[in-house]
């Protein structure tokens, strides 16, 4: 099963709705919240290139924010890299 890591923050409906979306496929995720942590920022900036959450990564692939995650999904794509 690949490592699933979500860079978040508290109030970001578009994380809320990117982790319901793994919920309901039955994937375990990390969750990293970025919020009050600088560094944690910093480092998802640098992973990224992206200043806006969520972040997700399947391994070390940066999958982007939850639209494409959706789109993935909606297209059939996000299973094989779930190895769903």
Same mark, same amino acid.
């Given at each position: +099963?690949?490592?699933?890591?979500?860079?978040?923050? +508290?109030?970001?409906?578009?994380?809320?709705?990117?982790?319901?979306?793994?919920?309901?496929?039955?994937?375990?995720?990390?969750?990293?919240?970025? @919020?009050?942590?600088?560094?944690? +920022?910093?480092? +998802?900036?640098? !992973?990224?290139?992206?200043?806006?959450?969520?972040?997700?990564?399947? @391994?070390?692939?940066?999958?982007?924010?939850?639209?494409? !995650?959706?789109? !993935?999904?909606?297209?059939?794509?996000?299973?094989?890299?779930?190895?769903?």
């Amino acid at each position: +099963m690949p490592q699933v890591t979500i860079y978040t923050t +508290m109030v970001c409906p578009y994380c809320s709705r990117a982790k319901r979306l793994l919920k309901r496929k039955g994937i375990g995720f990390d969750e990293i919240p970025v @919020d009050r942590d600088p560094a944690r +920022m910093q480092l +998802m900036v640098e !992973l990224s290139q992206r200043h806006t959450v969520p972040q997700i990564f399947i @391994d070390d692939r940066l999958i982007g924010g939850y639209d494409d !995650l959706a789109l !993935l999904d909606e297209r059939g794509e996000l299973d094989a890299l779930l190895g769903l």
